[in-house]
Each structure stands twice: as C-alpha cells, then as structure tokens.
C-alpha cells in the first residue's frame, strides 16, 4: 500500500468513523451510546457499546489506525503529542521563551515598585477620612 493509498484509505476510515457517531442510539436510561450497524472497518459490531458515562474506555480512532497501518509505510501514524511532534515541541519550547518588545527590550512589570519609592498618601491608601 502506498502513501497515496493509505491517505485515501484513511479518509474513508474518518468518513466510516463519523458515521459511526452520528448514527448512534442513544440510550437515556442506561446513559450510553450503541452502533446502530456492522462498521467491521472500524472493528464495532452493531449493539457494541461506543459511548457510556461509567468506567468505560471509549473508541479511539488513532487504535483504529495502528490495527490497519500497513507495514510498507513509515510514520503512516503521527506521533501522540505527549509524546513528540509540532505540538510538544511548540509547547517545550516556542512557548516558553522570553517576550520582547519591538526595540528588543523586556517590557518591565508595572505591580512591582522600587524599594525606596514613597507609598501614596503617606501609607494611608485612597481613603484617610478619620471615622470617630
């Protein structure tokens, strides 16, 4: 299978899959969603619980990937995020370095006040009426 194939493939598959969760039955009392067909692409039997409130673990489409993923295509399946990718990189390390200022300055905070600045009205803050 080659890449043109298997990104043809997998289209269909993501096709399958939304079918698969706009066709449901949901059931109110049992607070679950059932398959309403056979989707023997996605390995779901029709009846077989797809969705539930409780201690239920639910499909996961990237599963369903690596049991098709042919052996003749590398990296057919992008890694998690957790993982390694853009997304873990742009977290690690885009994401946490230091902002500029367009002159290439850091933008000094305005909450922190020099040690030997004078507090405004004296210490006393806005309101200094005496109540007696």
Known sequence: MERVEWKAFVDELRTVWKRLWQDRIDDK???EGIAREDYSSLFVDRGTVIMATRDFKPLDFVEVLE????????NAIPPHPAIGGWGKFVRDSVSKQKRFTMRGRPVPS????KGNQQHKKGGRGWL???ME
């Open 29 to 31: 009392v049992r607070a």
């Open 67 to 74: 049991r098709h993923k042919p052996s003749e295509v590398p």
């Open 110 to 113: 305005k909450s922190k006040r």
């Open 128 to 130: 200094h009426v005496r």
